[in-house]
Nanobody
Framework: VQLQACGGGLVQAGGSLTLSCAAS????????MGWFRQAPGKERGFVAA???????YTAESVKGRFTISRDNGKNTAYLQMSSLKPEDTAVYYC?????????????????WGQGTLVTVSS
């Protein structure tokens, strides 16, 4: 599967953005999907994941502010972000794995998009 992430940009603190991850192929519904982010000088970290059946898990640092979802009919996963903070500034990556389950470990995702930059100004 090939992944294309988009939707990043510059937003003021407290604002909202929705990232999209479009997947190629006809088996999108069979993949578990995840979002990760990498800030300058930091390792790539887990943000949120969604299983094939729609179960979700969100990192504590963004819980209540970020929501992951998917539309299998559109082969697209989303990350809705609200109440953004400057510390949310990072390159956001979507990822897919050949399993329906949820994992926070980036090494368990075999497919990655190119990343989209989110910058939150204070």
């Amino acid at each position: 599967v090939q992944l294309q992430a988009c939707g990043g940009g510059l937003v003021q603190a407290g604002g909202s953005l929705t990232l999209s991850c479009a997947a190629s192929g006809r088996t999108f519904s069979s993949y578990g999907m995840g979002w990760f982010r990498q800030a300058p000088g930091k390792e790539r970290g887990f943000v949120a994941a969604i299983s094939r059946n729609g179960g979700t898990y969100t990192a504590e640092s963004v819980k209540g502010r970020f929501t992951i979802s998917r539309d299998n009919g559109k082969n697209t996963a989303y990350l809705q972000m609200s109440s953004l903070k400057p510390e949310d500034t990072a390159v956001y990556y979507c990822a897919a794995r050949d399993s329906s389950g949820i994992t926070t470990l980036n090494r368990q995702y075999g497919y990655w998009g190119q990343g989209t930059l989110v910058t939150v100004s204070s």
